[in-house]
């Protein structure tokens, strides 16, 4: 706060300090802020702390060889198991969790496909999609949902389906059948033609039961997947050990009888992805998608909103009541 500048030069860590232009939410920002799932995710010193750690901002110093940066770069970083401190005028960044923005890209859409769009990246190759895949993704209105559809059509899926209550936004993103989950039953039409894949980054374990039980993915055997993007709820509550065995232990256990019976059973390949460590390198294969016009990321409508207590209080509930159509983000400053 008060423009005050993190101090990088004594970090044996190549670093760039960052004159933030804009910073994107995601789930785990939340999830730090509120303190439910502490024994997890955390602030490195404790509350009171910065949320928000996926940002586009201007390198104004660097440390060590600056991991090539040089000031005045225009870049976009990220973090790895906590994101914190993006929600400030300066925030210091690891040099091998940044990347530089590509120059046709505003500020807004590179903090936006800072964190989704890699991790929307991760989760196709999770599914191998492949050419000619029926595809359903849940939650195809979230901020890695309105990327994942895209690299899936992109990757030749012959037709995606997704669950969303703004279906004119999955039909601009080139989904072939919006299910508003509001009004629908999205398993009722497809019992009888199974889909191949199923990608839920909305609904959590009832989702995976309800496939499974159902028959409405392919079993293992014919290649039916079903990607875990929340393993047991959106909401995590980890304030006690038991908590986090509770949480693990049923996800665990469906991965080994998966991985053991899949020849058997007549249910999918259960796959998770808990999102995988990002690097700069993984920020610029995201970034070059945009740049090519590849995949265009999402911005919420109501985004940018601007750094006041007001601004970032708003961000926060659409975030908290999980009501953002694409990536939520907050405009720090200028470019």
């Known amino acids: 706060g008060g423009g005050r500048k993190p101090v990088i030069s004594a970090s044996k860590k190549a670093m760039v300090l960052l004159r933030v232009l804009a910073c994107s939410l995601s789930p785990s920002d939340w999830r730090m802020l509120s303190g439910e799932a502490r024994l997890m995710k955390k602030p490195a010193a404790g509350f009171p702390?910065?949320?928000?750690?996926?940002?586009?901002?201007?390198?104004?110093?660097?440390?060590?060889?600056?991991?090539?940066?040089?000031?005045?770069?225009?870049?976009?970083?990220?973090?790895?198991l906590c994101g914190e401190g993006g929600l400030a005028e300066y925030h210091a960044v690891?040099?091998?969790?940044?990347?530089?923005?590509?120059?046709?890209?505003?500020?807004?859409?590179?903090?936006?496909?800072?964190?989704?769009l890699v991790h929307a990246t991760q989760i196709a190759d999770l599914a191998a999609i492949s050419p000619g895949d029926r595809v359903l993704v849940l939650g195809g209105g979230g901020g890695v949902g309105t990327s994942l559809v895209q690299i899936v059509k992109a990757r030749g899926a012959a037709y995606v389906a997704a669950t969303s209550t703004d279906c004119d936004l999955m039909t601009r993103l080139g989904v072939d059948r919006c299910i508003d989950y509001t009004r629908e039953d999205w398993m009722a039409e497809f019992r009888s033609s199974p889909l191949d894949v199923v990608v839920d980054c909305a609904e959590g374990e009832a989702a995976w039961f309800r496939v499974a039980d159902a028959g409405l993915v392919k079993p293992a055997r014919r290649g039916g997947r079903f990607v875990a993007v929340v393993p047991r709820q959106w909401n995590i509550v980890m304030t006690r050990i038991t908590h986090v065995l509770f949480w693990f232990l049923p996800v665990v256990g469906r991965l080994l009888r998966s991985r053991l019976f899949a020849r058997w059973s007549d249910r999918p390949r259960y796959r998770l992805?808990?999102?995988?460590?990002?690097?700069?390198?993984?920020?610029?294969?995201?970034?070059?998608?945009?740049?090519?016009?590849?995949?265009?990321?999402?911005?919420?409508?109501?985004?940018?909103?601007?750094?006041?207590?007001?601004?970032?209080?708003?961000?926060?509930?659409?975030?908290?009541?999980?009501?953002?159509?694409?990536?939520?983000?907050?405009?720090?400053?200028?470019?």
């Open 49 to 80: 702390y910065v949320p928000g750690g996926d940002v586009c901002g201007v390198v104004e110093e660097v440390s060590g060889d600056g991991g090539g940066f040089s000031p005045g770069d225009v870049v976009v970083g990220s973090w790895t």
């Open 94 to 116: 690891e040099a091998s969790l940044v990347a530089r923005k590509p120059r046709n890209v505003s500020p807004i859409v590179a903090a936006a496909a800072a964190n989704s």
């Open 273 to 335: 992805h808990l999102g995988g460590v990002e690097t700069g390198a993984d920020i610029a294969r995201a970034l070059a998608l945009v740049d090519d016009g590849r995949v265009a990321p999402v911005v919420d409508t109501r985004s940018a909103h601007p750094l006041t207590t007001a601004g970032v209080r708003d961000a926060f509930d659409i975030l908290r009541q999980r009501k953002g159509h694409g990536k939520i983000v907050i405009q720090v400053a200028d470019a």
